[in-house]
């Protein structure tokens, strides 16, 4: 009995550590200081952009590659994944525990890729459509990203945060008061 106790005070001492290294990394790497490494989405702007990108999908008659970069664990590109087979869905992750939650949620998937990479060295090209809740430091990157790497016809939908060097297609209100509201759409 006691060295069960002892092996689970160790295990949990492992885990305290872990966490800890994973902060120190996180306030060491100064392009993403000021952002989570992982923020989910939710509510009623994830399911705006579920539903905005799910008529895209079902009027096309070609596979489309659908792309979260920062995509945390995954969510939004599995449940587009479930509802249509038919399309490629990748998502890119560099925080290693949201990583793993999202590799491990895609595991019956064949139609999802999840990648442990730093979205700025991942070519966008292939996507036909971006969805994106990534934080304002994040954002200018993101639209300079696009505009060297996007193709002709790219649509993006980003939740609650405008990419201020793109040109604004859409902007879908959702009449929230904190800082996650409205949907930003661009297409190049």
């Given at each position: 009995?006691?060295w069960l106790l002892l092996f689970i005070n160790l295990l949990l001492l492992a885990a305290a550590l872990y966490l800890l290294f994973v902060i120190a990394r996180l306030f060491m790497n100064k392009e993403y ?156």
């Open positions: 009995m006691i200081r000021d952002c989570p490494p992982y923020l989910p989405s939710f509510g009623k702007e994830k399911r705006i952009i579920v539903s905005r990108v799910g008529e895209i999908l079902k009027n096309s008659s070609k596979e489309m590659t659908i792309l979260d970069p920062g995509c945390g664990t995954g969510t939004l590109l599995i449940g587009l994944a479930k509802k249509f087979p038919n399309h490629k869905f990748v998502g890119i992750e560099w925080g290693r525990p949201a990583y793993l939650a999202a590799k491990f949620n895609a595991r019956n998937l064949k139609n999802v890729t999840v990648i442990q990479q730093d979205m700025f060295t991942y070519p966008f090209n292939e996507a036909d459509i971006i969805v994106c809740f990534l934080m304002p430091p994040l954002m200018e990157r993101l639209g300079n990203k696009i505009k060297t790497d996007g193709k002709k016809g790219l649509t993006i939908f980003s939740n609650s945060f405008e990419i201020p060097n793109m040109e604004l297609n859409e902007k879908v209100e959702t009449s929230r008061l904190f800082f996650i509201k409205d949907i930003y759409i661009y297409k190049l």
